[in-house]
């Protein structure tokens, strides 16, 4: 094996939600038992607090214990712990009609009750929970009977089943866990409905998932599955050679060395299969248009720089195909996103003669551009630990370099970095949308919001106007109505070229060749470990 090859490997694991399976011999298991066809994870982060109304948990981890009352399918929202549901006229009343039968893994049964403590349990920490609009606008939750619950809104939210199918914080625990009465501060146990318990957890060290055999939809067919902590790096890569770790798992926000001679090299051996998902994400980059002192405030900047973002050359070189290049802030998958579009590709002639008509001249060949005195010099603000990004990074200053564009590069904490977008201070950084299971409401929601990317479209030409719009189509109970509204949305911040999209991600798998049942849920931050067998 090269050493390519064993450096994509290790860092595979480092930086992706990493999940690892076994199929025969010992594998890994806390206590190092045989795991035959068991499954473990490898993560190098601990599964962390589990209290599903927060968010500090592991999200595969979540997804495996708690459920909500409906389910996102490619096919549209479906039933789950509610076998149907009614909707009022005025798209105020949401009323389920829960599923019977069904109880939580400590034996409480999943009633009406149960439903609205949960909610209410949300409600009293709003302010935790206002990155997702329906937590402002329940005014009330009702248990009607036994198996019956009714949601009231201040508005029509058209969302709300979207946003209630979330991985939390709308998902159901057990009121014997609650910690007088409420979950905000702490919670006694984490016993959901989910196909899969809990039943032990050691800090950084391991935690251990049971099949729930009273599940309600059938108990799963891998009866165990171990995440264990591991040392990032070499650890987990010996782990990984010496059998006890072959599934891997991978969101792709971090995960982004995939190496195809890697890939082909792990076929070549006949153990391993590789399945992808669509596209999840849009990775991109975010620029600043309220920003007065830099040249990123203008839309001509702006647009020049996307016409000299070589898209195709960076899914090759950089993602070796495994990630495909965005021409727009969403791939044509996701809902209401399939809006025609003016292209951008990737055009250096194109790009100079747009900064040239706007005033911004040229001197030698390798001086920067400028304009009343001012250089077209612009920092873009990278994730210090994504090495992807880096190497983006760089190749588009490179390329902005040939048109007289300068751009100065800086590695940050992704925190730090989520603090420059909330706070406005950046020209430049890079950014991915929320995801297919929260897009676009989720993304284009935040454009109104300050710690998101109020500072991104609020030097653009028509912002009110967006702005207005975005208002109106959340409370939209026409279709056709809001497709109307989303296409101008998109057209909008299109034009206003804030958001310069790169590549679009997707949810990578490497497993053994005997699993099967290996699908992808809407989201890019869990699996359906449910429906996995091995022949």
Not at 295 to 309: D, G, H, I, S
Not at 342 to 370: C, K, N, P, T
Not at 478 to 506: C, M, Q, W
Not at 523 to 534: I, K, R
């Amino acid at each position: 094996m090269s050493r390519k090859t064993v450096i994509f490997i290790a860092l595979l694991i480092i930086a992706c939600l990493s999940l690892a399976g076994c199929s025969g011999g010992k594998a890994g298991s806390a206590d190092g038992a045989d795991l035959g066809q068991e499954l473990t994870y490898a993560t190098a982060k601990d599964i962390n607090d589990m209290n599903p109304h927060l968010y500090t948990g592991s999200m595969p981890a979540q997804g495996m214990v708690y459920e909500s009352l409906v389910e996102n399918t490619k096919e549209g929202i479906k039933p789950l712990l509610a076998e149907s549901w009614d909707i009022s006229e005025d798209g105020k009343v949401y009323r389920f009609y829960l599923r019977k039968g069904v109880t939580f893994h400590d034996g409480e049964p999943f009633n009406a009750e149960a439903v609205k403590r949960n909610i209410e349990a949300v409600l009293q920490n709003r302010e935790k929970h206002a990155w997702i609009k329906l937590s402002t606008m329940i005014t009330s939750c009702n248990a009607i009977d036994e198996h019956t619950v009714e949601l009231v809104l201040s508005e029509p939210y058209y969302p709300t089943l979207l946003e209630l199918s979330m991985t939390r914080p709308f998902v159901f625990l057990s009121p014997k866990d609650f910690v007088g009465g409420e979950t905000k501060n702490g919670v006694n146990g984490h016993h959901g409905t989910g196909p899969y318990v809990l039943t032990e957890h050691k800090a950084e060290q391991y935690a251990v998932f049971e099949a729930n055999e009273s599940y309600w939809n059938g108990a799963p067919r891998v009866k165990k599955i171990t995440a264990k902590v591991l040392p990032a790096g070499e650890t987990t890569y010996l782990a990984l050679l010496k059998g006890e770790v072959n599934f891997v798992f991978t969101d792709d926000r971090g995960a982004d060395s995939i190496d195809v001679e890697a890939m082909d090299s792990l076929a070549s051996s006949g153990d391993f299969q590789f399945v992808r998902s669509e596209p999840m994400n849009t990775k991109m980059i975010v620029a600043n248009s309220s920003k007065a002192d830099s040249p990123v405030k203008e839309t001509a900047v702006r647009e020049a720089l996307w016409y000299a973002v070589d898209r195709d050359t960076i899914s090759e070189r950089i993602f070796n195909g495994t990630e495909t290049a965005a021409d727009t802030l969403f791939a044509s998958n996701v809902n209401y996103a399939n809006v025609e579009l003016q292209r951008r590709d990737f055009d250096l002639d194109m790009a100079e003669s747009i900064l040239e008509r706007s005033g911004w001249l040229s001197g030698s060949d390798d001086e920067v551009r400028v304009k009343d005195g001012i250089p077209l010099s612009m920092s873009l603000y990278y994730d210090v630990n994504s090495s992807s990004q880096k190497s983006q990074a760089e190749f588009i200053q490179s390329t902005a370099k040939q048109i007289g564009m300068q751009l100065e590069l800086v590695g940050e904490e992704s925190s730090s970095i989520a603090n420059r977008r909330s706070t406005g201070d950046y020209d430049l950084l890079f950014n991915q949308t929320w995801g297919l299971a929260y897009d676009p409401q989720s993304t284009i929601a935040a454009f109104t919001s300050e710690a998101s990317y109020l500072h991104t479209t609020s030097g653009i030409a028509k912002a009110e106007e967006l702005y207005e719009k975005i208002g109106q189509v959340t409370v939209s109970t026409e279709e056709a109505a809001r497709k109307s509204l989303y296409a101008d949305i998109l057209t909008i911040v299109h034009d206003g070229a804030v958001f310069i999209p790169i590549t679009n991600g997707s949810v990578t798998v490497v497993a053994p060749k005997n699993l099967q049942g290996i699908t992808f849920k809407q989201t890019q931050f869990e699996l359906p470990f449910e429906n996995m067998y091995f022949e």
